[in-house]
């Protein structure tokens, strides 16, 4: 699907702060950002703002942005401001990490048996959700 536009797994340089994630504030937002994208995969981060978990996986997500840019799209949604994706992808957690590619919702198979429509859970770092990533972008 996204082919090799990874850059390496190269450390931020000490000191630097991290970009804020693109957030989306409206349903029509995140229609674009997911039906907009032709040629690489949307992540989309579902959750509250400041919900704990949320704040973990943002900085995760920050610290992978600049890797993956050129395979996926990384946006944040806070789903008190925009309860329709709650709604349309049956988010049930507090967090949801989703995947996207060409308009449609990607299915995860994370080895547990049956298939899921994200995660619901604070990747370890960078290089598992770059992994993740990956995973996704070969299908």
Request: include cysteine.
């Amino acid at each position: 699907k996204c082919g090799s536009r990874f850059r390496g797994s190269l450390p931020s340089p000490a000191g630097t702060s991290m970009a804020a994630l693109p957030r989306l504030h409206s349903a029509y937002a995140v229609e674009q950002a997911i039906l907009g994208e032709k040629s690489k995969v949307v992540c989309l981060r579902v959750g509250e703002e400041f919900e704990p978990d949320c704040i973990r996986m943002d900085e995760v997500l920050r610290e992978a942005v600049g890797i993956v840019e050129g395979a996926c799209s990384i946006y944040a949604v806070d789903k008190q401001e925009v309860p329709e994706c709650v709604q349309e992808f049956q988010v049930t957690e507090p967090m949801a990490t989703l995947f996207f590619f060409r308009g449609k919702l990607l299915p995860l198979d994370l080895g547990a048996g049956g298939r899921q429509k994200g995660i619901t859970w604070v990747v370890s770092g960078r290089q598992e959700f770059i992994e993740l990533v990956e995973a996704v972008c070969r299908g």
